[in-house]
T-cell receptor, first 111, second 114 residues
Framework: DAKTTQPNSMESNEEEPVHLPCNHSTISGTDYIHWYRQLPSQGPEYVIHGLTSNVNNRMASLAIAEDRKSSTLILHRATLRDAAVYYCILKSNNAGNMLTFGGGTRLMVKP | DGGITQSPKYLFRKEGQNVTLSCEQNLNHDAMYWYRQDPGQGLRLIYYSQIVNDFQKGDIAEGYSVSREKKESFPLTVTSAQKNPTAFYLC?????????????FGQGTRLTVV
């Protein structure tokens, strides 16, 4: 399975944008890039996913490099409720391939 | 409300006993999954099911069993053969297991062996 590399932790100030990086140099053509986040003692929550083009939704934006070997999750205006562990995951479109979670990035938001 | 429900939220078990964790979804999803999470770690896949009456082992299936008799239900049994069962257990579902589908997670069951 293609793997992802994320920083262990990042800090942000409240109401400022946050850019969470993810490297996935061994990504294959059938791999989608997914982002989930997990608050303490809760189940993960879907944030966004994409294949080749940048994606926007109400929660965040996903910027995908042209060679697809890296991506960035963008929170446009961090709030205290965005403090969580963010997971960048590759999920193949081939049958039988599941979400494989790594260590993620712990985002801390300072008031 | 549509969603995925895990029960109970907290579960205590005596060593050597089997215990079953419930997972129910009313999203009409074909695929369901069980993950385990240890403190400070990411999630690891135990079992998954792509369709009713079918399931496959994940990365850490030893000591666990599942059934998928109904589309909406995917119970996980932690058997006495699981050597270190204390963990946070998460159930998820998705429309199918394709790469472009999002997964919905329950709120988890925290199992403690006493």
């Amino acid at each position: 399975d293609a793997k992802t590399t994320q920083p262990n932790s990042m800090e942000s100030n409240e109401e400022e944008p946050v850019h969470l990086p993810c490297n996935h140099s061994t990504i294959s053509g059938t791999d989608y890039i997914h982002w989930y986040r997990q608050l303490p003692s809760q189940g993960p929550e879907y944030v966004i996913h994409g294949l080749t083009s940048n994606v926007n939704n109400r929660m965040a934006s996903l910027a995908i490099a042209e060679d697809r070997k890296s991506s960035t999750l963008i929170l446009h205006r961090a709030t205290l409720r965005d403090a969580a562990v963010y997971y960048c995951i590759l999920k193949s479109n081939n049958a039988g391939n599941m979400l494989t979670f790594g260590g993620g990035t712990r985002l801390m938001v300072k008031p | 409300d549509g969603g995925i429900t895990q029960s109970p939220k907290y579960l205590f078990r005596k060593e050597g006993q089997n215990v079953t964790l419930s997972c129910e979804q009313n999203l009409n999803h074909d695929a369901m999954y069980w993950y385990r999470q240890d403190p400070g770690q990411g999630l690891r896949l135990i079992y998954y099911s792509q369709i009713v009456n079918d399931f496959q082992k994940g990365d850490i299936a030893e000591g666990y069993s599942v059934s998928r008799e109904k589309k909406e239900s995917f119970p996980l049994t932690v058997t006495s053969a699981q050597k270190n069962p204390t963990a946070f257990y998460l159930c998820a579902s998705s429309v199918h297991d394709g790469g472009g589908t999002e997964a919905f997670f329950g709120q988890g069951t925290r199992l403690t062996v006493v």
